[in-house]
Nanobody, 127 residues
Framework: QVQLVESGGGLVQAGGSLRLSCAASGRTFSNAPMGWFRQAPGKERDFVAAIRWISGNTYYANSVKGRFTISRDNAKNTVYLQMNSLKPEDTAVYYC????????????????????WGQGTQVTVSS
């Protein structure tokens, strides 16, 4: 059973930075993607960024390109989301997620492509 545990959320002023972590356990990962999604109150859960465990290929939502950086430490089975130049509209609960397998044809930006989810961590950006 895969377990994902997010940490690093908090309250920050606009223009500030936070780094989120997602520690994964419970299985050996293939080239499955690890994704970050976020959900603001009353809104859908939206794609933020993703990275493949083996190849390191990265994917970003247009709204965070140039501000957020996703990375991974394979030895620690941990994925990070460095968030810079934060804006009030970045306020949301941030979730990490992964797939059961890396192969196949699927959209890494689609939340339905992911099988396992963490509990989420709150990020609040004040203006």
């Amino acid at each position: 059973q895969v377990q994902l545990v997010e940490s690093g959320g908090g309250l920050v002023q606009a223009g500030g930075s936070l780094r989120l972590s997602c520690a994964a356990s419970g299985r050996t990962f293939s080239n499955a993607p690890m994704g970050w999604f976020r959900q603001a109150p009353g809104k859908e859960r939206d794609f933020v960024a993703a990275i493949r465990w083996i190849s390191g290929n990265t994917y970003y939502a247009n709204s965070v390109k140039g501000r957020f950086t996703i990375s991974r430490d394979n030895a620690k089975n941990t994925v990070y989301l460095q968030m810079n130049s934060l804006k009030p509209e970045d306020t949301a609960v941030y979730y990490c997620a992964t797939r059961g397998v890396g192969s196949g044809i699927y959209d890494v930006t689609f939340k339905g492509s992911y099988d396992y989810w963490g509990q989420g961590t709150q990020v609040t950006v004040s203006s």
